[in-house]
C-alpha cells in the first residue's frame, strides 16, 4: 500500500504530465490513448484512496495517503461527480477534533488545490463543503476543541480570499448571512419560551465569528489599497454587523461579540454603531418621589429602561423607585423569562431585520 501511494503519482506524470497554461490554469491531455489506457486504472485507484481514507486511524499513514492525493488532484478534474464526494470525505478529516492537527491541516492543503485548480463549480463545492464542516464540528465545543475550531475558522476564511473566488465568495456569503437572518427573525416573532435556543447556541455563535473574520481578512483597506480595487465581500459587511447587533439585543449573553464588530470595523475602515443597549449607560433619571403621604402604593410610577436587557434565562425584575414617606413598599414586578422589554423595543428589533432583509430579498442571485 505505501509503494502504491508513493509511486503511483510519479508514474502517471510520467506518462500523462501536467501542463500549466500562461493564465496558470492546470490542463491534463484526456485525448490521448495513454489517457484512455490508463483512465480505468485511475478510478479504480481512486475509489480505493475513498474507502481507505475513513478506515485508517494511525496519523502517519492518514497524512501519507492525503500528501499522495495532493498530487493526484489534477487528474480527479476529469471526474467531477466522485471528486465531489471525495471532497466531503476529506472534509470530514478537516473537521474531526480528535485526529492530529498536522493532518487536518494536510486534508486542508488537498481542498485548497481543488478550489486554486477547480472551476466554478469545483470552487463552490470546496467552500460549501468547509462551512457545513465548521458547522457541524462547532455543535460540540469545550476548553479541549476550541483550538481545533478556531484552526478550522482561519483556514476557511483563507479559501473565500483565493483568486477567482470573488463570485462564488460573495454568493456563499450572501446566503448564509441571510440565512443567520432569518433565523434571528423568527426567534423573535416566535413568543415561546424556547425561540432563543434558535440563536442561543454554538453554531449561530461560531458563524457570525466565522462571518466576520473572512470580512476582516479580505476587506482589510490595506490588501485593496495593494489591489487597486474593493473587495466584492464589502457590501456584507452591513448585514453581518446589523445580524450580530440584533443577536446581541436579543440575548446579551452574546454581548461579547461587540469585540468581533470593532475589529471588523478597524479591519474594514467602516463606520457603524458598536455600542448595543446592554453595553450604554441608562440616560434616563429616575422619576421624582411622590409627595401625597395618602396615595395608594399601586399608584407609584415604575421607572421601566427601555435599555434594560436580561438573558432568557433570568427573571426580568423592574423595581419601582423606593419611597420613604410609605411604611408599606410596593413588591416588584416579575415578568417571565421570555419576555422581551419593552414592547415597543420588539418592535424597533423587528423593523431594523425588516431593513436589513429587504435588500437581501431584493438581491437576484439567491432566492
Excluded at 1 to 30: C, D, F, N, Y
Excluded at 139 to 165: D, F, Y
Aim: hydrophobic share 35%.
Amino acid at each position: 500500500m505505501v509503494l502504491s501511494l508513493s509511486h503511483v503519482p510519479e508514474v502517471l506524470q510520467h506518462h500523462l504530465p501536467i501542463k500549466e497554461s500562461a493564465s496558470g490554469k492546470i490542463r491534463v491531455a484526456t485525448d490521448t490513448k495513454k489517457y484512455r489506457t490508463l483512465a480505468p486504472l485511475l478510478k479504480s485507484h481512486s475509489q480505493s484512496l475513498m474507502h481507505l481514507l475513513p478506515l485508517l486511524t494511525d496519523a502517519a499513514t492518514q497524512k501519507h495517503l492525503l500528501n499522495s492525493t495532493l498530487e493526484l488532484v489534477p487528474y480527479f478534474l476529469s471526474f467531477r461527480k466522485f471528486l465531489k464526494t471525495f471532497l466531503k470525505t476529506i472534509v470530514e478529516v478537516w473537521s474531526t477534533n480528535s485526529i492530529d492537527e498536522a493532518t487536518r491541516i494536510t486534508a486542508f492543503l488537498v481542498v485548497r488545490k481543488a478550489a486554486v485548480i477547480g472551476d466554478e463549480g469545483i470552487k463552490e463545492t470546496c467552500l460549501k463543503a468547509l462551512y457545513a464542516g465548521l458547522v457541524k464540528a462547532s455543535r460540540q465545543t469545550s476548553v479541549h476543541t476550541i483550538h481545533g475550531i478556531n484552526l478550522m475558522k482561519n483556514s476557511a476564511a483563507e479559501i473565500v480570499g483565493l483568486p477567482g473566488m470573488d463570485k462564488v465568495g460573495y454568493q456563499a456569503g450572501f446566503g448564509y448571512i441571510r440565512q443567520l437572518a432569518v433565523h434571528l427573525r423568527n426567534s423573535i416573532t416566535n413568543n415561546s419560551k424556547e425561540s432563543y435556543k434558535t440563536v442561543y447556541n454554538w453554531q449561530y455563535v461560531h458563524s457570525l465569528d466565522f462571518w466576520s473574520r473572512v470580512l476582516a481578512m479580505h476587506c482589510d483597506g490595506l490588501k485593496e489599497a495593494q489591489a487597486g480595487k474593493e473587495s466584492p465581500l464589502r457590501p456584507l459587511i452591513y448585514p453581518l454587523v446589523q445580524v450580530t447587533l440584533g443577536a446581541i439585543r436579543y440575548t446579551s449573553s452574546l454581548s461579547t461579540f461587540s469585540s468581533n464588530i470593532i475589529n471588523t470595523m478597524e479591519q474594514t475602515n467602516s463606520y457603524g454603531l458598536l455600542l448595543p443597549p446592554p453595553l450604554l449607560p441608562n440616560p434616563l433619571p429616575p422619576p421624582p418621589l411622590p409627595l401625597n403621604r395618602g396615595i395608594h402604593p399601586s399608584r407609584i410610577p415604575y421607572f421601566r429602561s427601555p435599555l434594560l436587557r436580561r438573558d432568557q434565562k433570568e427573571a426580568k425584575t423592574i423595581y419601582p423607585q423606593p419611597n420613604r414617606l410609605l411604611r408599606h413598599h410596593p413588591r416588584p414586578k416579575i415578568l417571565p423569562a421570555h419576555t422581551d422589554l419593552p414592547r415597543r423595543a420588539r418592535r424597533a428589533d423587528r423593523r431594523a431585520l425588516r431593513r436589513v432583509l429587504r435588500p437581501l430579498q431584493q438581491e437576484h442571485c439567491l432566492p
